[in-house]
Structure formats: C-alpha cells, structure tokens
C-alpha cells in the first residue's frame, strides 16, 4: 500500500527567504510522486513530479523536489519565496496495481508569505 | 483551450435533495476522477472511471453515484444519503488510467453547502 505523510500543515515564511515543504512517502513498489499547488477555491496544479528519472526535479514557478530513496522523502524547494507562492501545496503518490492511476494526498500543507 | 468544466461553481441545497455535479473535458482522456476535498484532510477518492461505461468506487463511495456514457462527461449525483455533504469538490482526469506516471488535471471545483 501507498501513503505519503505532509509534515506541518501551516508553514510561513518571510518573503525572500528559503520555502522547505516536507513529505515523506511509504510505498511498496517504486513509486512515482508528484507536488500539486492549489489557489484558493481553484483546482489543483502540477508543480512536479518524479517517475525514476533523475532525482532533482525542477518544476514551474521555480520549484523543485529531490527523490531520496534512503529517507524515503520528496521535500518541495524554492530558493526565495515570492507572496503569490502563497496557496495550499499537496504531495501525493502514484498507486500501483491496476487501480486506474489514482493518485493519493498527503493532508495538504498550507504556505503562508509575509512581507 | 483544452480543459476540465466544472459547473455550478457555488451549489446550495436542502438537506434531503440530491443534487447533480457537472464535469466535462475536452482533452480526450480516457480515465476520469471525483475528489472530495475537506479542510486539513487533503483529498479523498469517491469514484473514477477509466473508460465509457465504466466506473469503480473510490475510499469515500457511499452517498455518491456517477455515470460515464459519454468519454466527456462524468457528472456526480451527491444523494440524501451521504450524511455530510458539505464539501468543495474537484474532478479530474489522466491520459491514460494504466500510466502510474501519468499526471492528473483538474477542474476549477465546486463547492456544495447544505443549509
């Protein structure tokens, strides 16, 4: 079975300085992740994701996410906040079996920028 | 554009109607999801469909039906029986449902309120 653990569900940073949005994932096979950004009373958006590939990924809006296997994390990155990457970040992993590629969601971990 | 239409956007109802959700995509993609989406809990599956005239239930089914006659269209039937329906849903869809890498798109929500 599959799950994925968000660590924190509010975090808030001063604009400028480092964005870390922690995951961490349980699978039994190789799993696939992804990062998805939500805006108030929208749908969700595909920041990244990791399918075995290389282990950095860089995603839209300067994102980024490193795959550690050993650590069994997913962490989301940004080098310097902005205030409009203020919104509701999801982690989710790839279930596997013929289960139609559902995805399942970590608790969602709300980003907050101050001035 | 390609993309996922949800309507209504905003949706009241009594308790003890049934009320139907609108999803409709014209990106061609053969699977198709329902999310329901509650604060701290992340989302949660309610059913998906990965091909016409096919539909599985997700973790949260009881309450819900759906149909799939058209590749298009996925509308969802929240029923007097699902005991909190309050609730902002999302409806998604993937390229291909045997793709565990394959990402998800998502509509804009709609958020359902009983009075």
């Known amino acids: 079975a599959q799950s994925v653990t968000q660590l924190g569900s509010h975090v808030s940073v001063s604009e400028g300085a480092l964005v870390l949005l922690r995951c961490n994932y349980s699978?039994?096979?190789?799993?696939?992740l992804f990062w998805y950004v939500q805006y108030p009373n929208q749908g969700l958006q595909l920041l990244l994701k990791y399918t075995s590939a290389a282990t950095l990924v860089k995603g839209i809006n300067g994102f980024e996410a490193e795959f550690k296997k050993s650590e069994t994390s997913f962490h989301l990155t940004k080098p310097s906040a902005h205030m409009s990457d203020a919104a509701e970040y999801f982690c989710a992993v790839s279930v596997s079996g013929n289960q139609g590629g559902k995805l399942i969601f970590g608790q969602g971990t709300e980003l907050s920028v101050k001035p | 554009d390609g993309g996922i239409t949800q309507s209504p956007k905003y949706l009241f109802r009594k308790e003890g109607q049934n009320v139907t959700l609108s999803c409709e995509q014209n990106?061609?993609?053969?699977?198709m999801y329902w999310y329901r989406q509650d604060p701290g809990q992340g989302l949660r599956l309610i059913y998906y469909s990965q091909i016409v005239n096919d539909f599985q239930k997700g973790d949260i089914a009881e309450g819900y039906s759906v149909s799939r006659e058209k590749k298009e269209s996925f509308p969802l039937t929240v029923t007097s029986a699902q005991k909190n329906p309050t609730a902002f849903y999302l409806c998604?869809?993937?390229?291909?449902?045997?793709?565990?890498?394959?990402?998800?798109?998502f509509g804009e929500g709609s958020r359902l309120t009983v009075l």
């Open positions: 998604a869809s993937s390229v291909d449902s045997s793709r565990r890498t394959g990402e998800l798109f």
């Open positions: 990106l061609n993609h053969d699977a």
């Open positions: 699978s039994s096979v190789p799993p696939y």
